[in-house]
């Protein structure tokens, strides 16, 4: 029996399940592709073979943001996926990306939000995040100075979001970094609620609190460094190199990453997880027909805390937070 190519990737493609976004009638991939290659734009070829790559074993969420540099390279990739038949039509695809720190002021997030879509070559994406809780005098870049933060106009900021969506520029906005107190404050003048909120979430940095808030606010979380981002200037090895984890990992025949993606996946929330090794891309794929038994889950709550992602740059004795306790409310 002849078997056609695009049969026969149908049979090694993975198919994600998807979650609803909040009241918005809109879902999201459970497991989504990062595109953060650090230094920033100093892998624009490696970003766009490898998200061909993974549109062909089935990742349909990928995860961008106007600092990555990231966004021309996922945008012509997504049109060769388009080339080669890969995916019949951009709507099979989840989009997000990033309102960077220095466009966080009410009239500069449209003209970023159409510099992002023009850069990725699309007419709309399906989720805009506020990427940090902060702003940065208005255009500053990447890296920049202390001197540089501003308190983020939460209400303005949103507003400008919020008229991104009304526009039909994106599909659904969110932020990402944003603990309790600085959801609240943002609630409280929202008109659209946040659909998402990305943070900071793995087996050694678990969220409990966060997660429960967001549940009872109906605001999905989007996990990232599931895997502890090791080999970024944020992340730390304390996820691979946990001992409980590799235990666990060996009695299930699992990879550590696996066990890590599969304890997030039954958090109920979704995560974007960046590889650009072929067999590693698949392998993080290998988490939705098997589980973590509740004795297994209960192991994991028990692992010692850490935040990986503490962002100290944001604190100085004139800026908007004082304290890594002000940044993350209490949340460290």
């Not at 766009?48 to 945008?75: C, M, N, W």
């Not at 969506?165 to 906005?173: A, F, P, R, Y």
Request: hydrophobic share 40%; net charge negative; charged share 25%.
């Amino acid at each position: 029996m002849h078997l056609d190519s695009s049969s026969l990737k149908m049979k090694t493609m993975v198919s994600i399940p998807e979650a609803p976004l909040g009241s918005t009638g809109k879902t999201i991939p459970l497991v989504g592709f990062g595109t953060a290659q650090f230094p920033f734009g100093a892998a624009t070829e490696a970003v766009k073979e490898s998200v061909v790559h993974a549109i062909e074993v089935g990742y349909r969420h990928f995860d961008t943001a106007a600092i990555y540099q990231s966004e021309e390279p996922l945008g012509e990739a997504i049109a060769q996926a388009l080339r080669l038949g890969l995916i019949k039509s951009r709507d099979e695809l989840f989009i997000t990306s990033k309102l960077w720190f220095g466009h966080a002021h009410r009239q500069l997030v449209l003209p970023a939000l159409q510099t992002s879509l023009k850069n990725l070559g699309l007419e709309h994406i399906d989720l805009y995040l506020i990427h940090f809780p902060v702003s940065l005098k208005p255009g500053t870049g990447f890296p920049f100075s202390k001197e540089d933060i501003e308190p983020l106009d939460y209400e303005g900021v949103w507003e400008a979001m919020e008229e991104c969506q009304n526009l039909g520029l994106t599909k659904s906005i969110g932020v990402s970094n944003f603990a309790c107190k600085k959801l609240e404050r943002l609630l409280a003048t929202a008109k659209i609620p946040p659909a998402v909120n990305q943070v900071e979430l793995n087996p050694v940095w678990q969220q409990k609190k966060l997660r429960d808030f967001c549940e009872k606010k109906g605001i999905h979380i989007t996990a990232y460094s599931p895997l502890g981002a090791k080999g970024t200037i944020w992340g730390t090895n304390r996820v691979m190199e946990c001992q409980m984890l590799k235990e666990i990992a060996n009695a299930k025949g699992k990879s550590v990453a696996q066990v890590s993606l599969r304890w997030v996946y039954q958090q109920g929330v979704s995560l974007v997880v960046k590889s650009f090794n072929k067999e590693r891309m698949k392998e993080n794929l290998d988490i939705f027909y098997w589980e973590l038994s509740a004795e297994e889950l209960q192991k994991i709550e028990q692992i010692p805390q850490y935040r990986g992602s503490r962002s100290e740059e944001h604190v100085s004795e004139d800026g908007p937070y004082k304290s890594l306790e002000d940044l993350w409310d209490g949340e460290i």
